[in-house]
C-alpha cells in the first residue's frame, strides 16, 4: 500500500469516527430530556431532536454520496486518460507502420527507376504517381523525383553531344540551292513521356509555395505536354521544340531562352510567363494568354498570335517578322524597338501601346485600333494601315512613307514632323491633327475630313501634294523638282 492510499485511509478514519461522536452525542440529548419539562415539552423536545438527527444523517448519506460520485468521475477520467493514452499510443504505432510501408514502397519504385527495360520504368514512374495521391505528404518529395529522372535521362547537353556523334541529315532544295538541315528529332522516349504526364496532371494545390518543379536544360523535343499544368516551373535553356503544348498551363513560368520553335501552343496559359530571348520561331500562340508576360527580345518570326492576349506584355527588341497578330489583343504592351516588318495586325487592339522606334514596315494594320498609342520615331513605310484609329496617337517623326491610311482616324493624332510622303490619306479624318511640318510631298489627301488650311499651311509640301478641293495650295509651298 502506497503512502498515498495510507493517508487518505486514516484521513477516512478519522471523519467516520467523528462523525459516529456526533451522532452518539446527539441521540444522547435528545433522549436526556430535562426533568422539570412537562410531558408535552418533553414530547416536541425529543421531536425536535429527532428531526435533528434525521437532517444529520441526511446530510452524512449526502456527503458520502457526493464522495463516490466524485470518486467514480475520477475513475471515470482517469479511464478516459488511459484510453486517450492508449489511442495516442496506437496512432503513434499505426503512422510508424504507415510511415514503414511508405519508406518501403517508395524505395521499391525509386530502384525501379533505373532498371535496365522501359517498361518497369514506366510503371515505377505510375506507381510514385499513387503514392502521391494516396500520402499528399510525400507529394512533392514525389515531384522532384520525377523532375530529377527527367533531367537526368533528357539532358540537353547529352542531346548535343548525340547530334555531333552521329549527326542524320536530309536534303532539301529552295530557291535551286541544295541546303542540308537535320533531320526531325524522334519522338520522347516512353518513360520521359510518362514522368512529364505524371508531373502535369499532379495536384498543384499540394506543391510547396517556396519551391518550383525543376527542369532546366532538358531535352524534350516533340513531347506531348497537352492540358498540362507547368505552372510556375523552372524550364530554363530547355529545347521544346515540336512539342504539343495546347491548352497547357504555364502560367509564372521561367521560360528564358527555352526553344519553342515550331511548338503548338493554342489556347496556353502563359500569364506572367518568363519567356525572355525565347525562341518562338513558327510557333502556334493562336488564342493563347500572355497576359503580363516577358517576351523581351524574343524570336517570333513567322509565328501565329491569332486572337491571343497580349495586353501589358513587354515584347521589347522583340522580333515579329511575318508574324501573324490579327485581332490580337496589345492593349497598354511594350513594343519598343520591337521588329514587325510585314506582320499581320489586321483589326488588333493596340490600345495604348507602346512603339517608339518600332519597325512596321510592310506591316498589315487594317482596321486596328492605335488610341493613345506612342508610335514616336516608328517606322511605317509601305504600310497598310486602312480605316486604323489613331485617335490621341503619337506620331512624333513617325516615318509613314508610302503608307495606305485610307479612312483612318487621326483625330487628335500629334504628327509633329511625320513623314508622309506619297502617303494615301483620302477619306482620312484628320480633325484637329498636329501638322507642324510633316511632310506631305506626293500624299493624296483628297477627301480627307475635318482638314482645316490652317493645318496645310503648318506642313510642308509641294505641287505634287493632292489637298482636297476645298483647299488651296499655300503660297510658300514650293514646285515640285
Avoid at 532498371?115 to 510503371?123: C, L, Q, V, Y
Avoid at 493554342?266 to 525562341?279: D, F, R, T, V
Avoid at 490580337?328 to 495586325?345: E, H, I
Amino acid at each position: 500500500m502506497s503512502a498515498n492510499q495510507t493517508d487518505k485511509l486514516w484521513r477516512w478514519l478519522i471523519a467516520i469516527t467523528v462523525t459516529f461522536a456526533c451522532c452518539v452525542t446527539l441521540i444522547l440529548l435528545v433522549f436526556s430530556t430535562p426533568g422539570e419539562l412537562s410531558i408535552e415539552q418533553q414530547l416536541q423536545y425529543r421531536n425536535q431532536g429527532l428531526t435533528t438527527i434525521a437532517i444529520a444523517f441526511l446530510g452524512l448519506g449526502m456527503v458520502i454520496n457526493a464522495y463516490y460520485t466524485a470518486k467514480r468521475v475520477d475513475a471515470i477520467h482517469k479511464s478516459a486518460i488511459a484510453s486517450e493514452k492508449n489511442l495516442e499510443i496506437n496512432l503513434q504505432n499505426a503512422k510508424l507502420s504507415q510511415d514503414r510501408l511508405i519508406s518501403d514502397r517508395l524505395m521499391a519504385a525509386i530502384a525501379q527507376l533505373g532498371h535496365d527495360k522501359i517498361e518497369t520504368r514506366t510503371s515505377s514512374i505510375y506507381v510514385l504517381e499513387r503514392i502521391a495521391q494516396d500520402f499528399p505528404q510525400e507529394h512533392w518529395t514525389i515531384m522532384e523525383i520525377l523532375t530529377a529522372f527527367v533531367r537526368e535521362n533528357a539532358c540537353i547537353r547529352d542531346a548535343e553531344n548525340r547530334e555531333e556523334d552521329s549527326p542524320t541529315y536530309l536534303s532539301q532544295y529552295k530557291n535551286n540551292e541544295r541546303r542540308i538541315q537535320p533531320e526531325e528529332s524522334p519522338k520522347l522516349r516512353r518513360d520521359i513521356q510518362a514522368a512529364l504526364t505524371v508531373i502535369g496532371r499532379r495536384n498543384s494545390q499540394q506543391d510547396d509555395e517556396n519551391r518550383k518543379l525543376d527542369l532546366r536544360h532538358t531535352d524534350l523535343r516533340r513531347a506531348d505536354l497537352l492540358g498540362t499544368d507547368l505552372q510556375r516551373s523552372d524550364l530554363r535553356g530547355s529545347d521544346l521544340r515540336g512539342a504539343d503544348l495546347r491548352s497547357c498551363y504555364l502560367s509564372e513560368a521561367n521560360l528564358e531562352n527555352v526553344k519553342l520553335a515550331s511548338c503548338v501552343l493554342y489556347e496556353a496559359n502563359l500569364s506572367k510567363a518568363n519567356l525572355q530571348g525565347a525562341n518562338l520561331q513558327g510557333a502556334n500562340l493562336n488564342r493563347a494568354d500572355l497576359y503580363g508576360a516577358n517576351l523581351r527580345g524574343a524570336n517570333l518570326v513567322g509565328a501565329s498570335l491569332r486572337a491571343a492576349n497580349l495586353q501589358g506584355a513587354n515584347l521589347y527588341k522583340a522580333n515579329l517578322q511575318q508574324a501573324s497578330l490579327k485581332v490580337a489583343n496589345l492593349t497598354g504592351a511594350k513594343l519598343f524597338l520591337a521588329n514587325l516588318q510585314g506582320a499581320k495586325l489586321g483589326k488588333a487592339n493596340l490600345y495604348l501601346c507602346g512603339l517608339i522606334g518600332a519597325n512596321l514596315n510592310g506591316a498589315n494594320l487594317n482596321g486596328a485600333n492605335l488610341c493613345g498609342a506612342n508610335l514616336n520615331a516608328a517606322k511605317l513605310e509601305n504600310t497598310e494601315i486602312l480605316f486604323a484609329d489613331f485617335t490621341e496617337a503619337s506620331l512624333t517623326e513617325t516615318d509613314l512613307h508610302k503608307a495606305n491610311l485610307m479612312g483612318a482616324n487621326l483625330q487628335r493624332a500629334n504628327l509633329y514632323q511625320t513623314n508622309l510622303t506619297y502617303a494615301n490619306l483620302v477619306g482620312a479624318n484628320l480633325a484637329d491633327a498636329d501638322f507642324y511640318d510633316v511632310k506631305l510631298e506626293g500624299a493624296i489627301l483628297t477627301g480627307a475630313k475635318n482638314l482645316a488650311s490652317q493645318q496645310i499651311r503648318m506642313a510642308i509640301g509641294d505641287r505634287t501634294t493632292r489637298l482636297p478641293d476645298n483647299i488651296e495650295v499655300p503660297i510658300h509651298w514650293p514646285k515640285s523638282s
